[in-house]
Every structure is written in structure tokens, then in C-alpha cells.
């Protein structure tokens, strides 16, 4: 049997053209084989157009003698994206780019207590109606890379220590003058501390003090607690580029890394991971699958799917997240290492991370870091956490290779922009510092504002 198929030259197109290319993907067009014979129709091949191929494209409608069936369209995807944020991130982490000469960037900006994905942001990037022409900028850095996530890392050991009762923020605790003998190998901070509190070792980064909190835990809590916040583990969220990362069981740890892993070295995580942790610390301790698509509709409108929020499970308690919040705020204080993700009108809670690349078998000190800077906003009733990662940040390019040099200054521009389009409600204003009053004022204040809506950005069919 021979059927004549309705069909007509179509081009996929991407009006926004580079935003929010690491998302939505692209499609290439090939034949395919019917139960009626051969069709050339596009199909996915990276991104939301391939993970939801089967949504996006409709069914060709045929004829045949004594038989007809019209063709049927492909549902609209509508993202959690929203459009202005996603540019707003794309713009600051374009400029930051060119002015670090890094390899690669990658911004993420999500809601804690939703785990919506408002922004996914990479650098180098590509435009998806010419994909061919920029191979490396369609690596999704911030879902596929991994990398050793250094001190942002060490969020994970302290809050669970305060959640097991360990420890206390107040309590002191030796960090042996910046270099201490474990296992037969030395540790060192980058500076010389005598006794800290454990809220002074967050805020100072003290490699030292946090393995020490580790060591109250043990290997085999420590390595359920970090399986538990989603490392080593696929998150969930519909894209094709994702990876584990990795965390070796206890019994293939050697004597020092009890040590090393709570400070970030011998496990790999991705962005994506890093950041759905810290949400879950700011949003009370329960950890949320990241959140990418807000429906399915057809070609009228009419919702076919709508996805909700779905929390995976409770990591930490309550208690422990209010303790580590206060920790955290004093990172980006005067004395902590990223002042320079301060802002002037919103309380901000981080992490700063630095560390060395492991590069054919060895660290390759002086050139080769990933730099990056983790934290949420308001501190108290966070509503964004956002992530900057930057891969090999030129030092000879006079912006420095740390964390809180390079990353927490793109973290400040990018939670300025967007705190201001959302409209969210300072909590660091002249009535706040003067007393309760001003604090109660502000909190009422900003539960009228906390219900907004949002633009989604979308990838859509006409009968695909």
C-alpha cells in the first residue's frame, strides 16, 4: 500500500536564539520509517527537544485511497524559565566571562522551597539555529561537568553535625595554627588559626575545623548524609547532559579522607547538585528535585499536564538549617571570605569554594581552579539560591582565581537584577536595623509580596 502524506517545507526556528540554548536544545531532520512508508520530519537532539521528543511532535496526517487521517499537533512545553531572569544571568555571566578568560561558566538560579529552575546559564554558549557552528558552547557545564567542589562543599559535614547534635555554632574548636598531622599527611588552612568557633570556621573556610566536625560523624554517617543531599546521584531534571558524580563508598576511603572529602576533594559533583544542596539548607532542610517544566498544553492553551514541586526528602532538621543560615550570613560579613557578594538591601547567606583541578592524575596547582560561590536571599525567607561556577579562571588576567574573587562578585550582580525584577521585599532597611518593630514591618511587608507569577519560557510545536 502506497499513502500520499500532507506535508510542507518547514524551518525549525528559535526566535530568542542563544537564550536559554543549554535548555531547550535543538532538532536535526531525518527520514523515518512509518507503518506508510518514509517521512522526513525533525526530532530532537539535545536539551527539552529531545527529552520530551515524544510531547513536542505531533502525528502527519495521511491519505490513501478510501482513507484519510489528518495530521496531529505536538503539546507546548512551558519551562519554569523565566525569560528576563534567564537574560538578566546570561548578560552578567557573558560579561564576567570575557573579564576572568575563564574556560567555562555556568549560573544557576533556583527557588528553595519550589526547587523551580529560573535560570540555567552557560558559557561558552551556542545559538540553536546553527548549532554546528559552535560545538564546544553546547556543553551544558552546569548539569554535565564535574568538578571537586572545594569549600562550598563543607556546608554538608557542619549542618549535619548540628542536626546529630555534635557540635554548636558557639563551641571552640583547635584549628592547630593552620597545619595539623592526620593519617600520616598534613592538613593545612590557608591561614593560621588557633582556636575558632565552628560558626568562625565556616565563616573562615578553616579546612582544619571542618574535619574535625567530620571526624565527630564518622565515615559511615558522613557518607549517607551526602548521598542523602543528592550527590552521586541523578537529579531528576528532564536533560540529556547530566552526570553523578562521584563519591566512593567508605570502605574504598583511605585513612585521610574522612579529612579530605567534607572539605570538598576526592568526590565530584555537578552545579546542578551543589546548588539543590544549599537550597535545601535554605529552605529548612528538605531536598527538592529540580523543577524544569511547568506544563504541557495543547495548541489552544487548554493545560493537558501540569507538574508540581516535588520534595525528595528531609536531609537536616529545621533547627540545624536556622543555625547553619547565621553560619553561612557571616561568610559574606567583612570578615568572612565573600564580602563581595554582600548587597545593600538584601541579607545573603553563602559559600565560597576554591580548589584545584585534578588534571591527568595529579593537582595542577597555579593555573588549573574552579572557582565558585553558592548562596540564597533573603536570609530569613529565602526565595532564590543561586550558583556561579567558574572552570580555569586566568590569574594572569588581574581578577584573581578564588571564589570569593571571582564568583561571589557575579553572584552580587546577577542577585541585585533579579531581586529587583521580582520584586522582593528588602529585609536590610533603615526600620530593620532600628529594632523588632522595623523587623516585624518587613517581614509583613514581604508576605505580601511573596506571591508572584512568572513568564515561562516554552518549546513548542506546530505539528512536528
Wanted: aromatic share 6%; with cysteine; hydrophobic share 35%.
Amino acid at each position: 500500500n502506497k499513502a500520499i502524506y500532507g506535508s510542507e517545507d518547514h524551518l525549525r526556528l528559535y526566535p530568542s536564539r542563544s537564550l536559554a540554548a543549554h535548555v531547550i536544545g535543538f532538532v536535526a531532520g531525518g527520514e523515518t520509517e512509518t507503518d506508510h512508508g518514509h517521512v522526513f520530519e525533525d526530532h530532537g537532539v539535545t536539551g527539552i527537544e529531545l527529552t520530551l521528543d515524544d510531547m513536542l511532535s505531533g502525528v502527519h496526517g495521511w491519505r490513501k485511497p478510501g482513507e484519510d487521517m489528518a495530521p496531529t499537533h505536538g503539546l507546548d512545553v512551558v519551562l519554569t524559565l523565566d525569560a528576563n531572569i534567564q537574560n538578566i544571568v546570561e548578560d552578567e555571566l557573558a560579561q564576567a566571562f570575557e573579564r576572568c578568560s575563564a574556560q567555562g561558566m555556568c549560573a544557576l538560579v533556583v527557588r528553595p522551597f519550589t526547587g523551580e529552575v529560573l535560570a540555567l546559564a552557560n558559557c561558552p554558549t551556542f545559538d540553536p539555529n546553527e548549532p554546528g557552528h559552535a560545538a564546544e558552547g553546547q556543553r551544558n557545564r552546569a548539569t554535565a561537568d564535574t568538578y571537586e567542589p572545594g569549600s562550598t562543599f563543607k556546608v554538608v559535614a557542619i549542618v549535619t553535625a548540628l542536626s546529630d547534635g555534635r557540635l554548636t555554632l558557639s563551641e571552640n574548636v583547635f584549628c592547630e595554627n593552620g597545619r595539623w598531622l592526620h593519617g600520616g599527611k598534613w592538613l593545612r588552612d590557608y591561614r593560621s588559626f588557633g582556636y575558632l568557633t565552628f560558626e568562625e570556621v565556616v565563616a573562615h573556610s578553616s579546612n582544619i575545623g571542618t574535619a574535625k566536625a567530620a571526624l565527630r560523624l564518622g565515615k559511615e554517617r558522613l557518607y549517607n548524609t551526602i548521598t542523602n543531599f543528592g550527590f552521586g546521584q541523578i537529579t531528576g531534571i528532564p536533560l540529556d547532559a547530566q552526570a553523578r558524580g562521584r563519591i566512593r563508598p567508605p570502605k574504598a576511603w583511605s585513612e585521610i579522607s574522612i579529612t579530605r572529602i567534607p572539605i570538598g576533594h576526592e568526590i565530584s559533583t555537578t552545579p546542578l547538585q551543589m546548588v539543590m544542596a544549599m537550597a535545601a539548607i535554605a529552605n529548612g532542610g528538605v531536598l527538592m528535585q529540580p523543577k524544569l517544566v511547568e506544563r504541557l498544553q495543547d495548541e489552544t492553551g487548554r493545560v493537558v499536564r501540569r507538574f508540581s514541586p516535588h520534595a525528595l526528602r528531609r536531609v537536616v532538621s529545621e533547627s540545624a538549617c536556622s543555625e547553619m543560615k547565621r553560619a553561612l550570613r557571616s561568610v559574606v560579613s567583612d570578615d568572612g571570605t565573600a564580602v563581595r557578594a554582600h548587597l545593600d538591601h538584601y541579607s545573603v547567606a553563602g559559600k565560597t569554594g576554591t580548589t584545584e583541578k585534578f588534571v591527568e592524575g595529579s593537582y595542577k596547582s597555579g593555573k588549573y581552579y574552579y572557582a565558585s560561590f553558592v548562596g540564597f536571599l533573603p536570609v530569613d525567607r529565602p526565595e532564590l539560591c543561586i550558583l556561579v561556577g567558574v572552570d580555569e579562571p586566568d590569574k594572569g588576567a588581574g581578577q584573581g582565581h578564588t571564589g570569593g574573587v571571582v564568583a561571589a562578585p557575579v553572584f552580587r550582580a546577577i542577585a541585585e537584577r533579579v531581586a529587583t525584577y521580582l520584586r522582593i521585599p528588602p529585609d536590610i532597611t533603615p526600620e530593620t536595623e532600628g529594632g523588632p518593630e522595623g523587623r516585624l514591618s518587613a517581614e509583613l511587608a514581604h508576605r505580601r509580596g511573596s506571591s508572584r507569577g512568572h513568564s515561562g519560557l516554552s518549546a513548542t510545536s506546530s505539528g512536528r
